[in-house]
């Protein structure tokens, strides 16, 4: 690997327009709309799915354009990934204790 | 080739204390309060884990004493509940935690990677501070009646029925635990940024890898902590009762949240251990380490490995035998990348030119007695057998080989190896090896009953015991005086050795890192000008600066035993 | 182009600290995924567990209040975008015209979560001896609660914090900190409100529309 972190100088000094902000923040209150819309709605199950489905969309627009991740190094994207995966990981093996308990009685 | 000039030519005059170096750089206890240098704050860590250590080990000497006896002597159930959980409590939080990582790491990370301080030395010193906050907690809580459920604070009994000082303890571990944090966001980001020029991720002593490892598990695994034991203050405090269970709380979501951070704590502990041994056996072998980037991954490999292994706690708690199932099979294989780096030191132990210096022989306890400790974990992972010696000593025993003969041993390593940079003065020889010597014994004999005790049946946490076990409780607590000892006399001869010990020179033993080739004590900046690393990590071979004779390349003979013929 | 008095001594140049500094918030708000996920995984626990009692439950909550909510930190999160760009383009008055209005919209956010709270407390909502809630499910309702206050609880902390640190940054952004070229702090605050945006983003579906439609 090279001596020094040399991928990253040039990328971060770009630039976000003004207006790729404000699309930006217009899809997220129309997708808040969306949730609030959609909850409304009997989808059974499908309900929580739905709303967490949205709510990582909009996760995923702030991250990328308003915190600028779509701009950053490799390395930032990498330790996000981590963090969200490892979330997971605490989410998703204690459920799997949880969801294959056989129940008593 | 480095650029500072701090290498003496090899033996001519007797080496000399350099006159600026970070110790005498400034005076008065301001410039050591309000310090941002990471050598100084590796000293403040070093002062106040000492003291806990202290504090610790005294309740273990009241354990000791009143298992001397099956009725108990000295203390009754309830005070009982109070030393071990007090001594689980100080000895993790306050000591072993910290204690490779914030004196070691802290002091020389930078030197090792050729920066002239951590990314963020203010948070350096913060975390600190925040750690004897957090401490400050503990001890009012001590000082106040103490805590009597044990270091693991299962709920409902210590959100709900405890009438101990639980939600101070747990306030305290809480602030501590940011201190950890810090800790490793420091290490990871310095990592990432402010290598020297020619320090490639490749070049990187395994000392730097593993705490990059350790790091890891820091900043993923002490948030949920934190979380989990304010949940529980706000239960006691607050009565926000999500473990409620006449609310429906379950105290299985408890024991999943408190685990998913303490089995990787137990990482923390253990992986920067294995790297002050990786770099002690190196140096003492005088030989390139078998299996570098083996090892470097085998870090990482144990601390994401180490994130999946927590249920293992709970195989009798309730949890599905599904989960628990897949836990087992993981707590095995967790097990793989520590045996890698015990194959890995082995390979370059043989062969090697092996000297026994005291930092030597605690890389080698360490070696010894990590393996024990690390196979009887496998024990406790097949569940069916933890069923048997589940909440008995057998779980002491195991815990305590990886702690005490493990990571004590590689931290008492660790600050014999580097004593000489961090001070610039050599300790007593024959003393140091003598403590070694006794502390091994010590440790053995208080320690290896207990797996006996386990397997018998006797149970943990418990204030009596029946008759037949005395014997063995005796031979324990007798071994527990002996390792006391062992830990006096390095207090004892290390404070010596700042006023009289012979003058270390920049690089006495000799050995490969950048750390070594400034002076020892290292000045402030730590470089007098930025190295640029042009060699490859332990490679004894090519570095004629060192000043080492050249190794004989021995032909390989046959062996000499009559009757075999193995033929070369 | 670069401000020299920012550098601090031990960094080579601005271009290091800037990389330092930003990589350092990221990692520190990894930690706070970590931690904001304990409450998410008990949450998710007891909302398997406790499926009807929670939705019942959250259907005690405004829905409307906690929209306005939503809507008006994403504002705050667009207004703080725009400050990190005035930074860029080293507009200083505009900057803090920005910043201002982020700190003005998580005011409004804290104050309607105020409001809320206080509605709880009227309507004996809070868990603790107090804890009134009808239905067979009670129980099971009041840990519904304690996740709510836990969670807005905790999210009203980091948001208190972020106040603190944007006022701290108008302080210098007014003094011209910030738009002489370097303006990591600017961006690595930023960051930082923009997580705590990302939090209540997921904290309002799970916590407001549970069973809506019933």
């Known amino acids: 690997m090279a001596p020094m972190e040399s991928s990253t100088e040039h990328k971060s000094d770009h630039v976000v327009p003004i207006k790729t902000y404000a699309v930006i923040c217009a899809s997220l209150l129309v997708l808040t709309f969306l949730t609030y819309r959609i909850a409304l709605v009997n989808l059974g199950p499908l309900n929580v799915v739905v709303a967490i489905v949205i709510a990582c969309v909009k996760a995923t627009l702030v991250v990328l354009f308003f915190m600028h991740a779509a701009y950053a190094p490799r390395r930032t994207r990498l330790v996000i990934m981590a963090g969200i995966f490892w979330m997971l990981l605490l989410l998703g093996l204690t459920l799997a204790d949880y969801l294959t308990r056989i129940p008593v009685l | ?568 | 182009m670069e401000r020299s008095g920012a550098l601090f001594g031990h960094f080579r140049d601005l271009d290091q600290q800037k990389q330092t500094a930003s990589l350092g918030m990221w990692v520190f708000l990894m930690t706070e995924v970590m931690f904001f996920g304990g409450l998410f995984l008990a949450y998710t626990i007891y909302r398997w567990k406790y499926h009807d009692a929670f939705g019942a439950a959250s259907r005690e909550l405004d829905v409307s209040l906690g929209a306005i909510n939503t809507g008006v930190l994403i504002l705050s999160s667009f207004t703080m975008a725009l400050g990190v760009w005035a930074s860029e383009m080293r507009k200083r008055k505009l900057l803090c015209i920005f910043l201002i209005a982020t700190m003005v919209l998580g005011g409004v956010f804290l104050t309607v979560k105020g409001f809320e709270y206080a509605q709880k407390f009227e309507h004996h909502l809070v868990p603790g001896p107090n804890f009134v809630f009808p239905g067979p499910e009670s129980q099971h309702a009041e840990i519904f609660f304690a996740l709510y206050f836990l969670m807005t609880g905790m999210h009203a902390v980091h948001m208190i914090i972020g106040e603190g640190l944007l006022l701290v940054l108008l302080i210098y952004a007014w003094k011209g900190s910030f738009t002489g070229g370097y303006n990591a702090p600017i961006e690595n605050g930023g960051l930082y409100w923009h997580f705590v945006d990302i939090v209540w983003i997921f904290l309002f579906p799970l916590l407001y529309l549970i069973d809506l439609h019933h």
Request: hydrophobic residues 50%.
């Open chain 2, 1 to 568: 080739m480095s650029t500072t000039n701090a290498n003496p030519p090899p033996a001519t005059s007797p080496p000399q204390m350099p006159r600026e170096n970070y110790l005498n750089a400034n005076y008065g206890i301001r410039s050591w309060l309000f310090t941002t240098d990471h050598k100084r704050i590796g000293l403040l860590y070093l002062f106040s884990v000492t003291f806990y250590f202290a504090l610790g080990g005294f309740f273990a000497l009241l354990i000791r004493l009143q298992l001397l006896t099956p009725q108990g002597w000295l203390v009754g159930p309830d005070t009982y509940n109070r030393l071990f959980t007090m001594h689980g409590v100080i000895m993790i939080f306050f000591f072993l935690i910290p204690s490779i990582p914030s004196v070691l790491g802290n002091f020389l990370i930078p030197l090792m990677i050729g920066a002239k301080d951590l990314a963020f030395p203010k948070l350096n010193l913060l975390s600190w501070y925040i750690f004897n906050i957090g401490a400050a907690f503990a001890l009012y809580s001590i000082v106040t009646g103490g805590i009597d459920t044990g270091w693991t604070f299962y709920t409902p009994y210590s959100s709900i029925y405890s009438n101990s000082q639980v939600s101070a303890a747990v306030i305290g571990i809480f602030i501590t635990g940011f201190s950890s944090i810090l800790t490793g966001l420091n290490f990871i980001v310095t990592v990432h940024t402010m290598r020297a020029p020619g320090m490639t991720w490749w070049r990187l002593p395994i000392f730097v890898w593993s705490h990059y490892a350790t790091s890891i598990i820091m900043i993923l695994g002490t948030p949920v902590l934190a979380i989990t034991l304010l949940m529980v203050a706000a239960e006691r405090l607050l009565h926000l009762g999500v473990f409620d269970p006449r609310l429906g709380g379950d105290p299985l979501l408890f024991q999943h949240l408190f685990w998913f951070y303490s089995h990787p704590a137990v990482y923390i502990m253990i992986l920067p251990a294995m790297g002050v041994t990786t770099e002690i056996v190196a140096t003492f072998a005088r030989k390139n380490l078998y299996g570098y980037k083996a090892v470097a991954i085998a870090s990482l490999g144990i601390a994401v490995i180490g994130f999946l292994v927590w249920g293992h706690h709970m195989f009798v708690a309730g949890t599905s035998i599904y989960a628990a199932m897949i836990f087992s099979l993981l707590s095995y294989l967790v097990a793989i990348p520590s045996a890698v780096k015990v194959f890995n030191w082995t390979a370059t132990l043989y062969r090697g030119s092996v000297s026994w210096q005291t930092p030597m022989l605690y890389a080698l306890g360490f070696i010894g007695l990590f393996v024990i400790g690390g196979m009887t974990g496998l024990f406790l992972a097949s569940m069916g057998a933890d069923v048997h010696v589940h909440d008995t000593y057998f779980v002491i025993a195991h815990f305590h080989y990886i702690m005490v003969g493990g990571a004590v041993m590689g931290y008492l390593g660790g600050l014999h190896y580097w004593w000489p940079k961090i001070t610039g003065r050599m300790y007593p020889e024959m003393l140091s090896r003598a403590a070694a010597i006794i502390l091994f014994v010590g440790f053995n004999l208080t320690f290896f009953p207990q797996f006996v005790l386990g397997y018998l049946g006797m149970p943990r946490r418990y204030a009596t015991y029946p008759p037949e076990f005395q014997v063995l409780n005796v031979f324990s607590t007798a071994g527990a005086s002996i390792l006391g000892l062992g830990y006096l006399l390095p207090i004892i001869y290390f404070i010596w050795s700042m006023r009289y010990g012979p003058v270390a020179g920049p690089n006495p033993w000799p050995a490969t890192g950048l750390e070594w080739q400034t002076s020892s004590p290292p000045p402030t900046e730590n470089f007098e000008t930025t190295p640029i690393v042009t060699w490859e990590p332990y490679d004894f071979e090519h570095r004629p600066d060192l000043g080492l004779p050249k190794p004989e390349r021995a032909k390989r003979k046959p062996l000499e035993a009559p009757g075999l013929e193995l033929g070369e």
